[in-house]
């Protein structure tokens, strides 16, 4: 019976272990790893619309496809990096003419080759959340 004893310090080394796996094993992504920013309310956000969120960086186009359904791609030019605008529906770029539709992120004409850097977006409580 004496093997079994366990020193204070070894179980709690053990048992701290065990508490840092856990959200991993539940499948959920470790708290250190969590950088989701709110950036806006979705309830001020139309289905079917984009718009540029300038609270987080980089900038992101954000476009409601459904009514539970959202997507983010940031708004930095694919073909030499410089800031997209939005105009009308796409994405454009005043350096050299690159065009992207911001609700998929692929480039629209063929300056550019590359789509834009997508990100996830996730509604709690209301918010968008985008995690950058
Ligand atoms: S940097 Fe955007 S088109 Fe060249």
């Given at each position: 019976m004496d093997n079994l004893r366990v020193s204070r310090r070894g179980f709690l080394r053990v048992a701290g272990a065990v508490a840092s796996a856990l959200p991993f094993l539940r499948g959920e992504q470790p708290a250190s790893a969590a950088t989701a920013k709110a950036i806006g309310l979705a309830s001020t956000h139309p289905v079917g619309k984009t718009k540029l969120y300038?609270?987080?960086?980089?900038s992101l186009f954000v476009t409601r496809t459904g009514t539970n359904t959202w997507v983010a791609f940031d708004n930095i030019c694919t073909h030499a990096g410089a800031q997209l605008v939005l105009q009308g529906k796409q994405a454009f770029c005043r350096a050299h003419g690159a065009t992207f539709?911001?609700?998929?992120?692929?480039?629209?004409?063929?300056?550019?080759r590359t789509a834009l850097r997508s990100y996830p977006v996730s509604i709690r409580k209301g918010k968008i959340f985008v995690t950058v």
């Open positions: 300038t609270s987080v960086s980089p539709n911001p609700a998929t992120g692929k480039p629209t004409n063929n300056v550019a």
